[in-house]
T-cell receptor, first 114, second 111 residues
Framework: KAGVTQTPRYLIKTRGQQVTLSCSPI?????VSWYQQTPGQGLQFLFE???????NKGNFPGRFSGRQFSNSRSEMNVSTLELGDSALYLC?????????????FGAGSRLTVL | GESVGLHLPTLSVQEGDNSIINCAYSNSASDYFIWYKQESGKGPQFIIDIRSNMDKRQGQRVTVLLNKTVKHLSLQIAATQPGDSAVYFC??????????FGTGTRLQVTL
């Protein structure tokens, strides 16, 4: 079956712009989580959605937001981009939410902010 | 490829030898643990998991050991191959909370 699909794979933006990243989970998976990966901070949890509801949120400013649609697809948005937002944004899906649910990751969206 | 960590601890192992990658976790309430492998340009890939009621679990060429007393996880890879070269992350899952990742270890397999 198809894995987690993230689009776009690469994008370049300038400071002050906004960006929307998309994630299509594995068919049947209802939970989608987003992580930011940078060389300095590693994998940092952004948020988790399950059945269109945000279940958990990491310690990121309000410029970072997300949503989930009825088909479990998810988007995340970053507004007023800063240089420090340059990172690999990873989406992961799982069958359910909470512990003991293996996350399956997509290949990520590489964002560069100039 | 994309760099996932410029200053990660690195373990260099000769092909055919066994590798042991260690991880200290932080939350004594964590009851589920996972090891992920991340190759350049790819997202993390599930390797093996273990619940807190176990202290050892084996997969194909991999073994995870859990020591709850000292909050320590290790991943053992038998007969390491060039394809095992990657960054390895441990992750812990406290009850009713999110999966939290360690900083990662880069495994380099030399021929």
């Amino acid at each position: 079956k198809a894995g987690v699909t993230q689009t776009p794979r690469y994008l370049i933006k300038t400071r002050g712009q906004q960006v929307t990243l998309s994630c299509s989970p594995i068919s049947g998976h209802r939970s989608v989580s987003w992580y930011q990966q940078t060389p300095g901070q590693g994998l940092q949890f952004l948020f988790e959605y399950f059945s269109e509801t945000q279940r958990n949120k990491g310690n990121f400013p309000g410029r970072f937001s997300g949503r989930q649609f009825s088909n479990s697809r998810s988007e995340m948005n970053v507004s007023t981009l800063e240089l420090g937002d340059s990172a690999l944004y990873l989406c992961a899906s799982s069958l359910g939410t909470g512990g003991a649910n293996v996350l399956t990751f997509g290949a990520g969206s590489r964002l560069t902010v100039l | 490829g994309e760099s996932v960590g410029l200053h990660l601890p690195t373990l260099s192992v000769q092909e055919g030898d066994n590798s042991i990658i260690n991880c200290a976790y932080s939350n004594s309430a964590s009851d589920y643990f996972i090891w992920y492998k991340q190759e350049s340009g790819k997202g993390p890939q599930f390797i093996i998991d273990i619940r807190s009621n176990m202290d050892k679990r084996q997969g194909q060429r991999v073994t995870v050991l859990l020591n709850k007393t000292v909050k320590h996880l290790s991943l053992q890879i038998a007969a390491t191959q060039p394809g095992d070269s990657a960054v390895y992350f441990c992750a812990e899952n406290p009850p009713a909370s999110k999966l939290t990742f360690g900083t990662g270890t880069r495994l380099q397999v030399t021929l």
